[in-house]
């Protein structure tokens, strides 16, 4: 049986002696702005920036009978 020491900076199996960098996957909302998504490290810190979108305004049609 294998154990797993995991630090902020890297995962290392103790069976095979291997590291490897942590991945972390997070699905988004669909009304963010997917291309503006930003993500910093500082001090061991990850702070992801996700900003939304703006929502649809809605519109005012006037309509007129004959």
């Known amino acids: 049986m294998s154990s797993t020491v995991r630090t902020p900076t890297t995962c290392r199996s103790s069976r095979t002696g ?3 960098t942590p991945q972390y996957h997070a699905l988004l909302p ?3 702005k997917a291309g503006e998504v930003g993500a910093t490290l500082s001090d061991g810190v ?3 920036t996700v900003p939304k979108a703006q929502a649809a305004k809605p519109q005012h049609v006037e309509i007129t009978g004959s």
């Open 46 to 48: 990850l702070t992801v």
């Open 30 to 32: 669909t009304d963010v």
């Open 18 to 20: 291997r590291r490897r």
